[in-house]
């Protein structure tokens, strides 16, 4: 071990969490601070879903196409704020750039070792510990009207099956008999062993926060609003609480952490995907595994307090509340795939997805400033969590580590922001 050195960890998110107890783990003295408490944002309202499978980007392609078709269909899943596309659109333009064979190809090839062992990921960062019991191993299936809907996405399943991931085909009566859930509108169900999912993702965050404070980290409810550098070098995180010295800084606050980039001097490209859930209580009936409902592009997921449908991308910004275009969609199409499901209320949510131009995370050092990135995981937070905790863990205490991390550079957006 290093020298044990003072840490302050900004936002407490899965990322957040799970460099706080990597690092405290590793002998240092740790303190993790967010406004909200944990997981407030995106970790708490997530599917919940441990998506070793999710290597294939967003900006595949076929990215331009795809996108005006569903900008023409009020039933697709992508909704755009227009008042918003002028801010957005220098962030978009890059998103489409990367939207061709050779930079999908890599983006592919830098997810493949970040998430494919995440199950892992999650049972080391919890074993012995009080949040190990909200992680179950479970299959996924991926639901389509019908074959020819299924080969319509050759080109993802290409991609996964190069993985090593193979689904088993099931069509007909055989669908319902693997999940009863699923009405006449599912002909066809793609599935894959040995995935897992979380039962709860918004008690696992808060059980996380304990299992930190058990092994002598320390947590505390406030803001960050800047971050104080002497010779270009961290010194301390000024808070709403006053200033906390600090040797290192790890920033996780995910789409939050645009703004203390700034503070930096640094405006890195970093939009949100507004994502949203619809959690059911005491439903009549659950999947027996997690699923994909193709047509509606969003999660289903058993959890211990009721069935959760969370998806759909709207790109608007920060500042606006939720809109019902998104929700509506997913109550849809909830109620097309599972024509017999009953419940006795519904939560809606919203959230905010921090998303790069790449959709890789940016991780690792900023500059030689001490700081430290763990953001922008777009879809796959929760699942790469754990193991970028441990990524920017190892980093801080000098170890060599076993992965390329060039994909994810810290660095490679950045351009001045004063």
Not at 111 to 122: A, E, F, M, N, Y
Not at 141 to 149: L, P
Not at 173 to 188: M, R
Not at 398 to 408: C, E, V, W
Request: net charge positive.
């Amino acid at each position: 071990m290093s020298t044990p050195k003072k840490i302050i960890v900004i936002g407490a998110g899965i990322c957040g969490l799970s460099s706080a107890i990597w690092l405290r783990r590793a002998g240092h003295d740790v303190t993790l601070i967010d406004r909200d408490g944990p997981g407030a944002g995106a970790s708490f309202g997530n599917a919940g879903l441990l998506a070793q499978w999710a290597m294939v980007p967003v900006n595949t392609p076929d990215l331009l196409s795809t996108a005006l078709k569903y900008m023409v269909n009020p039933n697709s899943p992508l909704f755009l704020q227009w008042s918003y596309l002028p801010r957005l659109a220098p962030w978009l333009a890059r998103f489409v750039s990367n939207a061709n064979e050779k930079t999908c190809r890599r983006m592919v090839e830098a997810l493949i070792p970040l998430i494919t062992d995440s199950v892992d990921q999650h049972r080391a960062l919890t074993r012995g510990t009080l949040a190990e019991k909200w992680i179950t191993s479970s299959d996924l299936g991926y639901a389509y009207e019908n074959r020819a809907a299924f080969e319509a996405d050759a080109y993802s399943w290409a991609i996964k099956q190069e993985a090593g991931m193979t689904p088993k085909i099931l069509e007909g009566h055989a669908v319902q008999e693997a999940e009863p859930i699923l009405g006449p509108a599912t002909q066809c169900l793609a599935r894959l062993k040995g995935h897992g999912h979380i039962t709860d993702p918004g008690q696992y965050m808060h059980d996380l926060a304990q299992v930190l404070r058990d092994e002598g980290g320390t947590y505390l409810q406030t803001e960050a609003v800047d971050i104080t550098l002497s010779d270009g070098r961290i010194t301390q995180v000024q808070t709403r609480q006053g200033a906390l010295p600090c040797d290192h800084a790890v920033l996780a606050a995910g789409i939050w952490s645009k703004a203390l980039m700034r503070k930096l001097g640094v405006k890195v490209h970093l939009e949100a995907e507004r994502g949203y859930h619809l959690h059911f209580k005491n439903p009549s009936q659950t999947p027996r595994n997690p699923m994909m409902v193709s047509k509606g592009k969003f999660a289903v997921n058993p959890m211990a307090s009721g069935l959760r449908c969370a998806g759909t991308v709207e790109l608007g910004g920060i500042t606006k509340g939720p809109s019902k275009r998104p929700l509506e969609l997913i109550k849809r199409h909830t109620k097309q795939v599972f024509p017999s499901l009953t419940y006795d209320d519904v939560e809606e949510w919203m959230g905010f997805r921090p998303s790069t131009p790449d959709s890789l995370p940016l991780v690792g050092e900023l500059g030689k400033t001490g700081v430290f990135a763990a953001f922008g995981h777009q879809h796959i937070g929760l699942t790469a969590g754990p193991k970028t905790g441990r990524i920017v863990a190892g980093l801080i205490d000098g170890q060599r580590l076993n992965l390329d991390l060039a994909p994810y550079n810290a660095n490679r957006f950045h351009t001045s922001a004063r």
